[in-house]
């Protein structure tokens, strides 16, 4: 595929997981080039349809947080809220500390944590990722409120009153690919039932936008496909409500 948004192939170490993000045993990430892309792709979705934002964003298996994260740094001023799940409540925990980087107190407390290191160990690591976390403080300008973030464990694939009356602009979510993450479900069709699960809670002008390995088809009745980005091992298929108009 051919980059249309984040053209420039950008440095993106401020945001290289145990920097300034944090980071735990057994955590994936997501490329932030990519991540930016696929907000941007969706993002020009939106506006062509006129729904401008700000936008609701929501991850069902977010993992660890980075590809949230990644996204409200770089493009805050698009952005509303975040909402991220998964399964797993390590990763909650750890998606929940990295989304607390995008709030002004979280911020300061990374760096104080970070100086604190660096006064014990003087490391130039420590130094580097000082100036990371000023870098991605300017970037983000106007940190979120933490009420604007929220952070729960849920099984996507199964449905939930947890989000009942709640709608999202923007779905974007990077499923279990089986190389270095399982589904944890009792489903038989884990897409399928996560989808299923989403569907009412597409705001009326809104993009599912799943990222998946790209062998595996994502075909869903209650969703039409608006078009799919290849990408070495991964699939991203954008989709909308079968109901939008
Ligand atoms: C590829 S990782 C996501 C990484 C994430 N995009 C990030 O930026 O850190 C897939 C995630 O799906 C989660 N997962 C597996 N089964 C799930 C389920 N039934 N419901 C919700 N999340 C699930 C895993 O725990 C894992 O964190």
């Not at 907000?39 to 700000?54: E, H, I, S, V």
């Not at 399964?87 to 100086?115: C, H, M, Y």
């Not at 929220?150 to 996507?156: L, Q, V």
Request: net charge negative; charged share 25%; with cysteine.
């Amino acid at each position: 595929m051919s980059y249309q948004f984040a053209i420039e192939n950008e440095n993106y170490e401020d945001f290289a997981s145990g920097r300034v993000l944090y980071n735990q045993h057994g955590a994936t990430a997501f490329p932030v080039r990519l991540a930016s892309e696929l907000f941007q792709r969706g993002k020009a979705y939106l506006t062509g349809k006129g729904n401008d934002g700000p936008y609701r964003i929501y991850d069902p298996c977010c993992g660890g947080g980075y590809l949230l994260a990644s996204i409200g740094f770089l493009h805050r001023e698009y952005i509303e809220t975040i909402t991220a799940s998964d399964v797993d409540p390590a990763a909650v925990e750890l998606a929940s500390r990295n989304l607390s980087l995008l709030t002004a107190a979280g911020l300061q407390a990374r760096i104080g944590q970070i100086r604190q290191m660096h006064g014990s160990f003087g490391k130039d690591s420590h130094l580097a990722a000082l100036a990371s976390a000023e870098k991605l403080g300017k970037l983000i300008g106007e940190p979120f409120s933490p009420e604007s973030l929220e952070c729960f464990a849920e099984d996507a694939t199964e449905l939930s009153d947890r989000l009942s009356g709640q709608h999202f602009d923007m779905i974007v979510s990077d499923v279990p690919y089986g190389n270095q993450v399982e589904w944890k479900s009792e489903s038989g069709d884990p897409v399928g039932h996560m989808l299923n699960r989403l569907e009412p809670l597409m705001a009326p002008v809104s993009i599912l936008i799943l990222v998946s390995a790209k062998d595996q088809k994502i075909d869903h009745d209650r969703f039409r496909k608006l078009g799919q980005i290849k990408l070495g091992k991964r699939r991203a298929t954008l989709l909308e409500s079968a109901e939008a108009r």
